[in-house]
């Protein structure tokens, strides 16, 4: 069971840190991903993280703002989101994939939250 949080309203140019807590199996995957959903749009990969939090992956629209992390004492992944713009609004999906998969392809992954509205006003 994957658990998101953090969400809320920022001007654009904020930052706001989203966690996803985790329980289960769920964390004993090694991969853990953020993944996206704007209005109208399909939900797009933003960023995944390995087990030991040494390998991580981005979107090229995120990359060098945002920054995925995870504690692994805790159970929980983080997304830190800096220099937030208005095409950052959407809404926030963690997720993991059942296997050992760090690819952007969101079929891939098995498990969900339920997701944590980012609204950045401009």
């Known amino acids: 069971q994957l658990q998101a949080s953090g969400g809320g309203l920022v001007q654009a140019g904020g930052s706001l840190r989203l966690s996803c807590a985790a329980s289960?199996?769920?964390?004993?995957?090694?991969?853990m991903g953020w993944f996206r959903q704007a209005p109208g749009k399909e939900r797009e990969f933003v960023a995944a993280?390995?087990?030991?939090?040494?390998?991580?992956y981005y979107a090229d629209s995120v990359k060098g703002r945002f920054t995925i992390s995870r504690d692994n004492a805790k159970n929980t992944v983080y997304l830190q989101m800096n220099s937030l713009k208005s095409e950052d609004t959407a809404v926030y999906y963690c997720?993991?994939?059942?296997?050992?998969?760090?690819?952007?392809?969101?079929?891939?992954?098995?498990?969900w939250g339920q997701g944590t509205q980012v609204t950045v006003s401009s």
């Open positions: 997720a993991a994939p059942k296997g050992y998969y760090t690819g952007s392809d969101r079929r891939r992954y098995d498990y």
């Open positions: 289960g199996h769920t964390f004993s995957s090694a991969i």
């Open positions: 993280i390995n087990w030991s939090g040494g390998r991580t």
